[in-house]
């Protein structure tokens, strides 16, 4: 009789155990299944992919050059442009080499520790732009508003305490998040069904309740996202009703061309963060979503030199002297 209730204890005991676990296994390997182009294009893809990496690591690259060797270039406002492209090519050197491989391969599989890191450098340099933008914003607001008290209030060495918060902001608060889903249990499904190791396909792969990562993550987007956001905005305001106050059209086109690129590369980038991070997803596919993810993570690394070079007479006139100097010292010889 003794045996008999022992040995269905026992076998409790190791249903138990078994159970315990499949609850603490975690997956190793993830799958990214990545853009799923017809096989037909894979190849136009992927050029294209390639194209515009190369073409967004040698445009940020131009500005961080511009800003370094260029003397009329030493100014607060291109020292945080400059900051912007390495963020720039902070996030299209983290996601795009990667996109090319499943482009080509119809998906990878990458170890989950590389998912975790490949999300980190992409939240940092998120999170990043998102402060660089509100920078620069009170640099513009500063410049419009407040011209003869400019030398004073955007020296040097505020802007280097402003760029050092911004990067150490980013890579603390990203830590945190980091550390913090890396505590949950990710028992599967091992199928990302992305291009890159986002934030919502990688907790789709946990087991545990993500009420505190989710927690986490609207406080951090408050502080890091939306509060800089609205900080925009309202400077932008100031900025308007000071443009309006200016008597002659021409002075009021000459101001504003000064903030046009900034504003530009705003709408851009929150426009697309909002589509994909604050509209419900109720009913729409992975597909848009990627679509909508390739705008901020592909085409604004990309768009932001263009803008800014495009749009400013001041980079202009640098890339020119520079030709003209390599000129001159080509026929010299």
């Known amino acids: 009789m003794w045996k008999k209730y022992i040995k269905v204890f026992s076998l409790f005991l190791f249903s138990l155990q078994v159970m315990e676990e499949k609850n603490v296994s975690r997956i190793t390997k993830i799958h990214l299944l990545g853009l799923q182009t017809p096989h037909s294009i894979t190849f136009l893809i992927f050029f294209l992919f390639l194209l515009i990496y190369c073409m967004t ?51 990878i599989t990458i170890s989950f520790s590389d998912c975790i890191t490949q999300f980190y450098f992409f939240a940092v340099s998120e999170f990043l732009e998102c402060l660089l933008l509100t920078v620069m914003c009170y640099d513009r607001y500063v410049a419009i508003c ?42 599967g499904p091992d199928i990302v069904n992305h291009f890159f190791c986002d934030l919502d396909p990688i907790l789709q792969l946990s087991c545990s309740d993500p009420a505190n990562v989710l927690l986490e993550v609207t406080l951090l987007n408050v502080i890091i996202a939306i509060i800089p956001f609205f900080t925009i905005i309202i400077s932008y305001v100031y900025i308007i009703i000071t443009i309006f106050k200016i008597p002659s059209i021409t002075g009021r086109q000459k101001v504003f061309s000064t903030c046009s690129s900034h504003l530009t590369v705003v709408c851009s980038y929150y426009g697309s963060m909002v589509c994909v991070y604050l509209v419900p997803r109720n009913g729409q596919s992975w597909d848009i979503t990627k679509f909508l993810s ?40």
């Open 146 to 187: 407040k011209p003869l008290h400019y030398s004073l209030l955007m020296n040097f060495q505020l802007c280097w305490v402003m760029i050092i918060t911004c990067w150490v902001l980013s890579l603390l608060v990203v830590l945190i998040l980091t550390l913090t889903i890396s505590q949950l249990d990710f028992c």
């Open 294 to 333: 390739l705008l901020y993570t592909v085409v604004t690394p990309l768009m932001n030199p263009i803008i800014y070079s495009l749009r400013n007479k001041d980079l202009k006139e640098a890339v020119a002297k520079i030709i003209n100097n390599c000129r001159h010292s080509h026929f010299s010889k």
């Open 57 to 107: 690591i040698c445009g940020n690259f131009l500005i961080i050059a511009l800003v370094s060797y260029s003397k009329s270039l030493h100014s607060p406002m291109y020292f945080l442009l400059y900051q912007l492209s390495i963020s720039d090519i902070l996030v299209a050197t983290d996601i795009l080499p990667n996109t090319l491989h499943t482009v080509l391969m119809k998906g």
